[in-house]
Nanobody, 125 residues
């Protein structure tokens, strides 16, 4: 059984940093594209970042580009989202996701194999 477990969320002030972790069990992260989505209250879940399966290319939404960094540690089977210069509009539940490639993650209607349970990030002004 494949499980994705996120951690690292919390309450921070604008300008602060957080690092989210997603520990994957049941499959190696190198066999999937991994990514992060977020959902703010009253809004649809949106793509944030992804890292490709083999080469490790990274992709970001325009709203986080230059501030967030997606990375992975194959030895720990863990994916990370380093979030810097946080803004109040980054407040959301952040979800880890796995898909065959990054393309379906970035599609208008994402196609995801597995989701994590989510971790809350709250940025106060």
């Amino acid at each position: 059984q494949v499980r994705l477990v996120e951690s690292g969320g919390g309450l921070v002030q604008a300008g602060d940093s957080l690092r989210l972790s997603c520990v994957v069990s049941g499959r190696t992260i190198s066999s999937s594209a991994m990514g992060w989505f977020r959902q703010a209250p009253g809004k649809e879940r949106e793509f944030v970042a992804a890292i490709s399966r083999i080469v490790g290319n990274t992709y970001y939404s325009d709203s986080v580009k230059g501030r967030f960094t997606c990375s992975r540690d194959s030895d720990k089977n863990t994916v990370y989202l380093q979030m810097n210069s946080l803004k109040p509009e980054d407040t959301a539940v952040y979800y880890c996701a796995a898909a065959p490639t990054t393309q379906p993650m970035r599609a208008p209607v994402p196609v995801i194999d597995y989701w994590g349970q989510g971790t809350q990030v709250t940025v106060s002004s």
